[in-house]
């Protein structure tokens, strides 16, 4: 198995991704291939594997340019050709590798991964599904903002894509899908919602998914839903709220436990329960957000990931591949109108 890493382009620059290629040299049966300014990766290579123990694991292959936060997404392929990051994608379709982890500019990647890799035949759309803590475990969200505007069949496709990738990849039995709206009665949302809902409900009873109808937002971080089926924009806001709210509370929670002694007390306490809480929503742990719906498996990685969270986007690739999910998502979509190429 081989996974291809962008190294450019994020906010900490390559030395993180060297960083990640490592831990999981020392610690998974993979080969990595590593995109970017060669001399740069060989340097950080040389400071971290110094005996060289993990060269054959390891290859690089030079880009000599990088897709920045500024780039038009559109662009992007034309006006920087052998950026790192068109150079991972080309790799990847020329089946020199079986997934990709990117942490660059989202827009480039979603674009590039959709003309390059191209998507899975009958996928209307691709999405973003990242993993979310919730009261029961984790959920995944998709879209995530790959589609501002999304029709109810685009609706319908996300559900099936995330099911599948729930079950199969994160181990989750009859993941239950729920889409994200303004209230939990059927004639809630606008139009394009209220026919999804129709749509949705009518795969459940075929037995296609586990649609338990329409949830509100709050519904996600209480664990009622396994999958939550958001138009690009709502799960786009959806999700950078919960960061937010996460944030300030694990800030309001620090400021407690230092405001007084008996704080202190109290946080020495609970400093181990407190551990494990931070853990559970802490991005570096959960990985990447897969993008579902393209031929390949791609991972677009967060754009402050270290090491930790490299290393983590490379496990979920490799459990993306274990999941068969593209090959799946072909034969249950033949016989549907193909999608526009």
């Known amino acids: ?22 831990l999981a040299a020392e610690d998974l049966d993979v080969d990595l291939v590593l995109v970017g300014n060669e001399k740069e990766l060989c340097a950080h290579l040389s400071k971290e594997d110094p005996q060289g123990k993990y060269r054959k694991n390891i290859s690089v292959i030079h880009a000599s340019e990088v897709v920045d936060m500024h780039d038009d997404p559109l662009k992007v392929m034309k006006e920087k050709p052998d950026s790192s990051m068109t150079v991972a994608l080309r790799t990847l379709s020329e089946g020199k590798g079986d997934a990709l982890v990117s942490a660059g500019n989202t827009g480039a990647l979603l674009t590039q991964a959709t003309l390059i890799v191209k998507r899975i035949r009958g996928i209307r759309r691709a999405a973003l599904a990242p993993v979310i803590p919730s009261a029961t475990g984790i959920a995944v969200l998709i879209d995530s903002g790959a589609n501002a505007e999304c029709t109810p069949e685009y609706l319908y496709q996300f559900a099936l894509m995330g099911s599948y990738y729930a079950e199969h990849a994160l181990g989750v039995k009859a993941p239950k899908v729920g889409l994200l709206n303004n209230g939990t009665e059927e004639h809630k949302g606008d139009e394009v919602h209220r026919e999804a809902n129709r749509i949705l409900t009518e795969a459940g009873q075929r037995g296609e998914i586990n649609y338990i109808g329409n949830i509100e937002g709050r519904d996600g971080p209480l664990g009622k839903a396994d999958v939550i089926v958001a138009d690009g924009f709502s799960g786009n806001v959806y999700l950078k709220t919960m960061e937010g709210v996460g944030m300030f509370f694990a800030r309001e929670l620090k400021n407690m436990f230092m405001a007084s002694f008996k704080g202190k007390l109290a946080g020495l306490m609970v400093k181990g329960d407190v551990a494990a809480f931070k853990k559970k929503i802490d991005y570096n742990d959960a990985g990447g957000a897969p993008l579902l719906g393209v031929k390949k498996p791609v991972i677009k990685a967060h754009g402050s990931s270290k090491a930790k969270s490299i290393y983590h986007c490379i496990i979920q690739a490799i459990d993306y591949i274990d999941s068969g999910m593209t090959i799946h998502l072909e034969r249950s979509l033949k016989g549907e109108n193909a999608a526009d190429e």
Not at 1 to 22: C, P, Q
């Open 1 to 22: 198995m081989r996974i291809i890493l962008d190294t450019m382009g994020s906010d900490n620059g390559s030395y993180e991704f060297v960083k990640g290629a490592v």
